[in-house]
DNA sequence: GTGGTCTAGACCACA
DNA sequence: GTGGTCTAGACCACC
């Protein structure tokens, strides 16, 4: 298998602004492992071309991407994927899913629907994906 | 007890626009029934010294009420609180939730967090709750 | 004396892009106390006019500052000085204070200054400043 | 013992440019006294095979340090170490450690960081390095 | 009016 | 070629 280790879709249909829709895609790719320590990322325009978006949209992504520490940019050389501590990152996206449960949960019920049957829904995906 | 029914908080913290915070509490209050249908809610005007933001705010909210069915406004009376099939409002709700969830694991999935994990973060909110 | 809080110098001598200027000098005003927490900050239009900069350059500010916790901003508010631990910001800069002295005596010493002659030269300003 | 007299490191992680990196240590070399007037220096061709960067890196750096005054390069002969005024580069830098303290004093100010507690600094790494 | 996003295009330093 | 900065101008959502 050889193609590209980088699959990025923009929709214009995602609500989200097209620097994030990068970001969040990139973060995934990066944080499950798809691109190494050390690889070398696509350039800046060349990721434009491919994306048919401006250069400094994607500017824009990438230098999100390297305050929050996943990839290292020098000026003349291009982008690289980060030496990242896999735990640390993996510990942070735990917090934000509880975060983001809770309120769920919060909400919910305020129409009703307890915390037990989230717990249903999420056993539903369980089998579903088996 | 004769008192407000309709406590509602902005926040300047809080990174959702005005509109959103009001919509969202107001919603949350029709749904668990602390506004009967039928009830008459405090006009825009009112509304709008009471929470210290422009009427424009408050209209627009009021609006997005309308659209999804919540309220009703009636010219030169005012606005009232719809009369809601609770059960297909509830399903709907369900139906977010159950998107949310499964692009909350999707996304997990990618860090090496498995929907099992997901689910005892669920447990835990649970157990923290009773 | 009644003037602006804020007096912003932009040098196109200065290495330093505009960008970086502006920060620079704002995060001393906020850290000094010279902007309190929940003032409003002139729009990002205002200052870019008076600075005869790009409104996007502005823009580029506000948001490193904002991502530093200096400032928050609301679409369609505006910025505002965020509360500030000054304890936690005050320790933060001592330690780049400290990194900076580092790197500088270490610097010196290939240049066989001691650290002592460091120390005097930092004993001069203090007597300078009396 | 007849070794390197120029151990020169490249880190990427260095924010620097690479040709700063390399003034920066050939210039303290220079000024320590590792490399003697006259010595002769590495060819443009061979530091570059040496350290894994293009000629015209290390053809950006030594022509830094010509315009410096730190070493001579002649034509079809190669680069040596320039003859140098001890005193006059000391002194030079002495200025320079001047300037950069009085940069640091103004900004530390503005945190509430008096003088005397960038002698403490000062103090406590010349204990550390005893 | 406010900030947020995106584009097209320019100029610079770095390799 | 690379990234870094800045401009001018557009469109959108928010208030």
Redesign the interface.
Known sequence: MRGKALHIAISKENPDPMHKQIT?QMR??I??GALSPGARLPSIREMARELAVSPITIKRAYGDLE?EGYL?T???LGS?VAGIDRER??AK??GE??E???R??K??G????P?????R??????IK?R
Chains 1, 2, 3, 4 share one sequence.
Not at 110 to 113: E, K, M, P, S
């Open positions: 969040d995934d790719a944080a499950k305050r290292i020098r000026a003349g690289f990152i993996r996206k735990v899913i509880r983001e449960i809770a769920i949960a909400s919910a305020a129409f009703g629907i915390i037990a049957e989230i717990r829904i999420v056993d539903e995906l369980r994906r």
